[in-house]
């Protein structure tokens, strides 16, 4: 599973982000993590970038609506019951992680599955 983090300079929640990407990630195969910095609106729309922060899974942002279109703005994410913040929670990034691991072949253990 490929994860990137992409942020534009100074953002407020990129650390937010990090910290709980590292809980979600505790204990699985640890994956290389690709950070970039994002200058301007053409490589926010090349980089995927739908508002800073974004994670990208394998390229994907399992938290963008469909359609999204890409964004230098300040994003907050929907944690549930109305409660918007800067970053998805461990659970929510813990979800989408495991969905990617499965579509990677992937198991808990690090093993990866014969025929899926």
Known sequence: MD?????????PHAAL??????????GGPPPVIIRRVITNPAEAARAGLHGSPT???DGSDP??????A???SCRLYDNGAGQLEGAPSVAQLRQAIGYARLADGEL?????????
Request: hydrophobic fraction near 60%; include cysteine; charged fraction near 10%.
């Open 3 to 11: 994860v990137t983090v992409l942020a534009i300079a100074g953002c």
């Open 55 to 57: 994670v990208l899974l």
């Open 108 to 116: 808990a253990g690090g093993q990866v599955t014969a025929g899926g």
């Open 17 to 26: 982000l990090e910290e709980r990407l590292a809980a979600a990630l505790a």
């Open 63 to 68: 938290f963008a609506t469909p359609g999204q």
């Open 70 to 72: 890409a964004s230098m």
